[in-house]
């Protein structure tokens, strides 16, 4: 398997643009989750899914951020409009149902992440 | 709700001496815990998880952790450390019934030296 794929791998933006992350779970996973990482606040929870709806999105900063999961196979997490407040590395993260040992048991695997700059 | 609180943000350390890493968590039920590991410029890997039983698990590269669930703590062993784990370690937890969430810590720089 390829593992989680995210893109862009970098992006550059002006303020007030809108900006589109995207993620490509691995197949057969039941949970997604977007992490935004920041020197300041470190790794924080954004969003996650279950089956592809959302469980909780309390991490989501304000309205600006929105994130949807169509199919079992994508996910977007889009900010409009963006800020240079929102300049981070933003991962996402897919895990299976362990079915034996239980739910939130099973490996995190993450994708590279997407490093966005706003200016 | 959980929270996971590592004690130290760098920890230096020479090549080939043993290094513990601190993590300590808040829980108001049973959790399990993780140790993930960041190299440069990539996505977190599993390196070892307590979900029950023995109470020291085993990871990769020849890591260790230990479950203390009185003093709420899971801290990360590795009797000597090469350079090549220079990396960023995060302490997680997550609720073992509602939620899928995964808690990290706010995570601990190993800086191994020559």
């Known amino acids: 398997d390829a593992g989680v794929i995210q893109s862009p791998r970098h992006e550059v933006t002006e303020m007030g643009q809108e900006v589109t992350l995207r993620c490509k779970p691995i197949?057969?996973?039941?949970?997604l989750f977007w992490y935004r990482q920041t020197m300041m606040r470190g790794l924080e929870l954004l969003i996650y899914?279950?089956?592809?709806?959302?469980?909780?999105d309390s991490g989501m900063p304000e309205d600006r951020f929105s994130a949807k999961m169509p199919n079992a196979s994508f996910s977007t997490l889009k900010i409009q409009p963006s800020e240079p407040r929102d300049s981070a590395v933003y991962f996402c993260?897919?895990?299976?149902?362990?079915?034996?040992?239980?739910?939130?048991?099973?490996?995190?695997?993450f994708g590279e992440g997407s490093r966005l700059t706003v200016l | 709700a959980q929270s996971v609180t590592q004690l130290d943000s760098q920890v230096p350390v020479f090549e080939e001496a043993p290094v513990e890493l601190r993590c300590n968590y808040s829980?108001?039920?049973?959790?399990?815990l993780f140790w993930y590991v960041q190299y440069p410029n990539q996505g977190l890997q599993l390196l070892l998880k307590?979900?029950?039983?023995?109470?020291l698990v085993k990871g990769i590269n020849g890591f260790e952790a230990e479950f203390n669930k009185s003093q709420t703590s899971f801290h990360l062993r590795k009797p000597s450390v090469h350079i090549s784990d220079t990396a960023e370690y995060f302490c997680?937890?997550?609720?073992?019934?509602?939620?899928?969430?995964?808690?990290f810590g706010q995570g601990t720089t190993l800086q191994v030296k020559p």
């Open positions: 993260a897919s895990r299976p149902w362990d079915s034996l040992a239980g739910p939130n048991t099973g490996e995190l695997f």
């Open positions: 197949s057969g996973h039941d949970y």
């Open positions: 899914f279950n089956n592809n709806v959302p469980i909780d």
């Open positions: 829980s108001s039920v049973s959790v399990y």
């Open positions: 307590y979900l029950s039983g023995s109470t």
């Open positions: 997680a937890v997550s609720d073992k019934y509602n939620t899928g969430k995964l808690i």
